[in-house]
């Protein structure tokens, strides 16, 4: 169980050299490395339950990083601020942290790495960890107030704390309390609040890692397809993704639009009108030699398509294009074009399923403010942010955690 630390405790309210706000992955990485040099450290989080998102994450067994990590792997307004941590705090030293726990784990796709028998194990350790440094823990508790104190000189006490638990100064601030994304989770702006209150600027957030939706007319035309699921490539201004892509009632989803859809978002900061989402529906396949060497098959194009589509896809894709003839009628330049759109199924969305429905949050604390090794303000001495909150946005795949992992640690050394 957290021990919780109550306003009874000292009326006059308790001073800690690192006040933490946010006992979530970046938090409590962040926590442990303080508190194990000898900070005193308090955890601060208004969650009844302790660190839901990992709970919930990889479908309970959470995808804690993955094997290949580097800057490529994430989106920000700042490409190489991830850099230092990342290199400081790597995937290995955090897999190594699992072993000596002995959390079993196994490996999927990509590199993605999961536990074997429940994401708990990954929050017990994190948990076991903080209580190595004597980490102290204010939870559920809501902070009201934050305010910067004007002299330190003697005290050392820079920041006050008002919290429905009770008063408490710190040397060290930690903004760890996350981004947009899951709302029913407790997620909420407050740390971009923060942010602003000290004066330095926040990248607009946006849903990431997020089903797109398209508009009406392009539903009505995609309905046949709703439900299928298929391997593609997809990209947008960006990367390559090969994953499964899911049309829905709404429009897609699935790993590769996932992926895709933070770099849809992203062209929004650029303040161009946004590209498409180009779709590859035969990845690997050069559609346009395979078209032409069947070019003489009697067989219907959906039933040749089939061989390389799901069916239900196949069939109902030729009848959302009006190519419902044998392939032997299509003309070479008609295979060419059929080919072409295979190679390259442009559509363009109309928006996304909300942070309802996103991994993660996209903008955040613009890290030109921070200080990369740190993640300290470079405005405001003893302040730091950290994990989601910040405009780092990882790529699917356990990229996400890592962050938390990297810039936690990397603030827990300095603050």
């Known amino acids: 169980m957290v021990r919780t630390l109550t306003p009874a405790a000292s009326p006059s309210g308790h001073h800690?050299?690192?006040?933490?706000?946010?006992a979530g992955?970046?938090?409590?990485?962040?926590?442990?490395?303080?508190?194990?040099?000898?900070?005193?450290?308090?955890?601060v989080d208004h969650a009844t339950r302790l660190a839901e998102k990992i709970r919930i994450s990889g479908g309970g067994r959470c995808n804690f990083t993955n094997r290949r990590v580097g800057p490529e792997n994430y989106l920000s307004l700042n490409p190489h601020f991830v850099r230092s941590a990342l290199s400081r705090y790597t995937a290995r030293d955090f897999i190594d942290l699992v072993r000596r726990h002995g959390i079993d784990f196994h490996e999927r796709n990509w590199g993605q790495l999961f536990c074997d028998d429940s994401a708990q194990q990954i929050i017990d350790m994190l948990r076991a960890e903080c209580e190595d440094g004597a980490v102290q823990w204010a939870m559920p508790a809501t902070v009201h107030q934050i305010r910067c104190l004007d002299d330190t000189a003697a005290s050392g006490e820079r920041f006050a704390i008002e919290a429905d638990r009770g008063h408490f100064t710190a040397s060290s601030l930690v903004?760890?309390?996350?981004?947009?994304?899951?709302?029913?989770?407790?997620?909420?702006?407050?740390?971009?609040?923060?942010?602003?209150?000290?004066g330095i600027s926040v990248v607009a957030p946006r849903p990431a890692l997020v089903p797109l939706t398209l508009p009406p007319e392009t539903l009505e035309r995609l309905a046949p397809l709703a439900g299928i699921s298929l391997e593609v490539e997809a990209h947008c201004r960006g990367p390559v993704f090969r994953e499964a892509a899911l049309v829905?009632?709404?429009?897609?989803?699935?790993?590769?639009i996932l992926q895709v859809s933070s770099y849809w978002q992203a062209q929004a900061y650029d303040g161009d009108e946004r590209d498409p989402v180009?779709?590859?529906?035969?990845?690997?396949?050069?559609?346009?030699?395979?078209?032409?060497?069947?070019?003489?098959?009697?067989a219907l194009l959906a039933n040749l398509l089939a061989e390389r589509l799901p069916r239900r896809f196949a069939h109902?894709?030729?009848?959302?294009?009006?190519?419902?003839?044998?392939?032997?009628?299509f003309r070479h330049a008609e295979l060419r074009t059929i080919a072409a759109s295979l190679a390259d199924w442009p559509l363009t969305p109309s928006g996304t399923q909300g942070y309802a429905k996103a991994e993660v949050t996209l903008g955040g604390v613009d890290t030109r403010a921070l200080s990369s090794k740190?993640?300290?303000?470079?405005?405001?001495?003893?302040?730091?942010?950290?994990?989601?909150?910040v405009d780092v946005t990882g790529h699917l795949g356990g990229y996400n955690f890592q962050w938390a992992w990297s810039s936690g640690f990397a603030c827990g050394l300095a603050a």
């Open 374 to 389: 740190t993640m300290e303000a470079r405005s405001v001495p003893g302040l730091y942010f950290i994990g989601e909150v």
């Open 16 to 22: 800690f050299d690192v006040v933490i706000i946010g």
């Open 25 to 43: 992955a970046a938090g409590m990485r962040g926590a442990a490395p303080a508190g194990q040099r000898g900070r005193s450290v308090l955890l």
């Open 278 to 298: 180009h779709i590859d529906l035969l990845p690997g396949i050069d559609a346009e030699a395979w078209l032409l060497e069947h070019a003489h098959d009697k």
């Open 316 to 329: 109902a894709w030729c009848e959302l294009h009006g190519w419902t003839k044998p392939v032997n009628q």
């Open 248 to 256: 829905t009632h709404r429009g897609l989803s699935g790993p590769a």
């Open 175 to 198: 903004i760890a309390s996350g981004g947009l994304a899951i709302p029913k989770i407790g997620a909420t702006p407050f740390g971009y609040r923060i942010a602003e209150q000290f």
